[in-house]
């Protein structure tokens, strides 16, 4: 069982920024689309940022675009979130998921997910 781990998650103020990391327990975390996605109190689970397992795609949330940056860190052997500019709409628990040769779409669904890692971002 794949089972992916998110780090990075904190306290920042409006305006700053913040990186979450994501790795997988077992495997290549190169052949797994990766997406990330938050569930803030009293709201349903949305999509963030996803990338293909090859890393040539990318897809954003509307409310995030221009703002965070999903990448492949190949050295780290992880996928990383930038979150840069952060509101306090950002507020929520951030979850990794995977997906074994997955091309990163939020419509096609993720098969694994990780535990979630608190963001919180005040005024």
């Known amino acids: 069982q794949v089972q992916p781990v998110e780090s990075g998650g904190g306290l920042v103020q409006a305006g700053g920024s913040l990186r979450l990391s994501c790795a997988i327990s077992?495997?290549?975390?190169?052949?797994?689309?990766m997406g990330w996605f938050r569930q803030a109190p009293g709201k349903e689970r949305e999509f963030v940022a996803g990338?293909?397992?090859?890393?040539?795609?990318?897809y954003y949330a509307d409310s995030v675009k221009n703002r965070f940056i999903i990448s492949r860190e190949n050295a780290k052997n992880t996928v990383d979130l930038q979150m840069n500019s952060l509101k306090p709409e950002d507020t929520a628990v951030y979850y990794c998921a995977a997906d074994h040769y997955g091309s990163g779409d939020p419509t096609r669904g993720y098969e694994y997910w990780g535990q979630g890692t608190q963001v919180t971002v005040s005024l």
């Open positions: 077992r495997g290549t975390i190169s052949s797994y689309a």
């Open positions: 990338i293909s397992w090859r890393g040539q795609s990318t």
